[in-house]
């Protein structure tokens, strides 16, 4: 079973970074990628993906935001916040809001951690 | 990017400076968070590749009032200044922040100069040590110095600039709002520097992207 990967984040190089990382351990999902909140909502009124990654620092809407959105909609899918900004009270917000905290740069490891975990959870909910 | 320097880095490597930066700042407030046990928020980064005249522009838009700024040299591959801005309005507050808030006016007054230079130091090095372990490069950092003026005096330190040099001026707004305290972290290299930069940019998303580098 394939799945699908969102990656939102501003930068297009972390977003490259995070799809190598994502091809590294699991070359058979894909993957859709928004530039910012507004897109990620979009995109997830169209049921396009299965997991999400969440950059933090973005123009307009924060990944934080966003990611409470993502859970409103969604309460039990995996979800990831991705940020070098590892202050306690972001990470602790992700955590309040049921989201994986993620330090950048991204590791090839941290994120296959995020999403074997996330596989498991995925399996288990299917009938 | 609609400043006419722009063309100089290309959008990929410009996203790639964005995102060091990025990372950099994000590491330094969180230093920053520990020494003044409150969030520090941060501003999405720009990066802006002008003249030094513009550079003054920008930053005399934003903040007219007198500026206090803390300012590194940095020296290797890539050499420039990188400066800790805020309006001297903050700077007591700062240091107040940092020492607890228990100390009365004229210690604070007199511990300010030092307690500057050493968050400074603190700040600048954390953003500073990131970028250039992500860049595989290391950077050597000069004592901090603490200045005080306005944006010209700030962007126009001896040595004076070559002619027709090119400022790279990234700014990142930090605050913290329970202190109300905010300033800028600012970096400036000439266009040798720009160059060298370039050249470590493509390594850096080579290693980066991988095979889906375009």
């Known amino acids: 079973m394939t799945y699908r990967l969102l990656i939102v984040d501003d930068s297009k190089l972390a977003r490259m970074a995070a799809a190598k990382a994502m091809r590294a351990r699991y070359p058979d999902w894909n993957r859709v990628e928004a530039s910012n909140a507004d897109e990620a909502l979009a995109l ?75 596989l498991q959870q995925l399996q288990s909910a299917k009938p | ?34 020494m003044v046990r409150a969030q520090v928020h941060l501003s999405v980064p720009s990066v802006q590749l002008v003249d030094r005249g513009r550079a003054i522009e920008i930053l005399a838009q934003r903040e007219i009032s007198n500026l206090v700024a803390v300012h590194q040299v940095f020296e290797g591959d890539i050499t420039g200044r990188a400066l800790l801005i805020f309006p001297e309005t903050k700077s007591l507050e700062l240091v107040r922040a940092i020492t607890g808030g228990d100390l009365p006016l004229e210690d604070i007054i007199e511990l300010e100069q030092e307690a500057l230079a050493e968050t400074g130091n603190i ?79 493509d390594e850096f998303i080579a290693r980066t992207t991988g095979d889906l580098a375009p």
């Open chain 1, 44 to 118: 997830a009124n169209d049921g396009s993906f299965d997991v999400a990654l969440v950059d933090f620092n973005m123009p307009g809407r924060d990944g934080l935001q966003l990611a409470a959105d993502l859970r409103a909609r969604s309460p039990s899918m995996p979800l990831a916040v991705v940020s070098a900004n590892h202050q306690d009270e972001i990470v602790a917000r992700a955590k309040a809001i049921g989201a994986a905290f993620l330090p950048k740069p991204l590791t090839e490891q941290s994120l296959s951690d995020f999403l074997q975990g996330a």
């Open chain 2, 123 to 201: 700040l600048l090095n954390s953003c500073l040590a990131t970028i250039a372990n992500m860049l595989h490069r290391s950077l050597k950092m000069s004592l901090p110095e603490v200045l005080r003026g306005d944006a010209r005096t700030f962007f126009s330190l001896a040595p004076p600039p070559l002619a027709g040099d090119v400022v790279m001026f990234l700014y990142i707004n930090f605050a913290v709002r329970e202190r109300d305290i905010s300033g800028y972290i600012a970096m400036i290299m000439d266009l040798p520097s720009l160059t060298a930069l370039t050249h470590l940019l």
């Open chain 2, 1 to 34: 990017m609609n400043e006419q320097k722009a063309e100089l880095l290309s959008e990929l490597q410009i996203d790639a400076l964005t995102e060091l930066v990025n990372i950099g700042v994000s590491r330094a407030a969180f230093s920053l968070r520990e």
